[in-house]
Nanobody, 115 residues
Framework: QVQLVESGGGLVQPGGSLRLSCAAS????????MAWYRQPPGNQRELVAA???????NYADSVKGRFTITRDNAKNTVYLQMNSLKPEDTAVYYC?????????WGQGTQVTVSS
């Protein structure tokens, strides 16, 4: 069993910044790819950023240049630094850990960008 705990969400004004954290615990056994997804109100869940065990990253075009995904393998934790936030970034953000046999999801953390 793997547990993912997300934190760092909240309410910010346009142009502000937030840092999300996702800590993994349980029967992990190795270093796996991890990612951040988000689901805006009334929309589908979409990939925001992904990071491989070695540190290579991929970003959605909508966040490239503003968001940065990093990981601390010793802590089994992945981070998402979000700068220059826009109202369209408003969503529930989810952390994902991928294994060949199963994927694990966190419960999500709400990010709201408004004036």
């Amino acid at each position: 069993q793997v547990q993912l705990v997300e934190s760092g969400g909240g309410l910010v004004q346009p142009g502000g910044s937030l840092r999300l954290s996702c800590a993994a615990s349980g029967s992990i056994g190795s270093i796996y790819p991890m990612a951040w997804y988000r689901q805006p109100p009334g929309n589908q869940r979409e990939l925001v950023a992904a990071i491989a065990p070695g540190g290579t990253t991929n970003y959605a075009d909508s966040v490239k240049g503003r968001f940065t995904i990093t990981r601390d393998n010793a802590k089994n934790t992945v981070y998402l630094q979000m700068n220059s936030l826009k109202p369209e970034d408003t969503a529930v953000y989810y952390c994902k850990l991928s294994r060949t046999t199963m994927s694990y999801w966190g419960q999500g953390t709400q990010v709201t960008v408004s004036s």
